[in-house]
Nanobody, 123 residues
Framework: VQLQASGGGLVQAGGSLRLSCAAS????????MGWFRQAPGKEREFVGA????????DYADSVKGRFTISRDQVNRKVYLRMDNLRPEDTAVYYC?????????????????WGQGTQVTVSS
């Protein structure tokens, strides 16, 4: 499994960005794709996830109502739409994948990772 994330950049507070993650290679029948982020000096944290063959999505409390995850099943892409961005959203954002249908929030539960894309929100 290979994951390629893109779409990061610099945006002012209150602005929006959309991240993309393309999955390729061997794929499972059932899997979950997620987004995590890591700010400087902090641990990597769960942002949200979506069940690939279902309708379920889950979000961290800090982003609920501002971030939305969607997917393109034909092209094996997952998106993270980020609205009303805040300076504290500044981080490197990673997409991740795990087999199964459970949206674990723990980093250690996700074996496949993309390379990360920087999101910087200025105040």
């Amino acid at each position: 499994v290979q994951l390629q994330a893109s779409g990061g950049g610099l945006v002012q507070a209150g602005g929006s960005l959309r991240l993309s993650c393309a999955a390729s290679g061997r794929m499972f029948s059932h899997y979950v794709m997620g987004w995590f982020r890591q700010a400087p000096g902090k641990e990597r944290e769960f942002v949200g996830a979506i069940v690939w063959r279902g309708v379920s999505a889950d979000y961290a409390d800090s982003v609920k109502g501002r971030f939305t995850i969607s997917r393109d099943q034909v092209n094996r892409k997952v998106y993270l739409r980020m609205d009303n961005l805040r300076p504290e959203d500044t981080a490197v954002y990673y997409c991740a994948l795990r087999e199964g249908n459970y949206m674990y929030t723990a980093v250690t539960r996700w074996p496949y990772w993309g390379q990360g894309t920087q999101v910087t929100v200025s105040s």
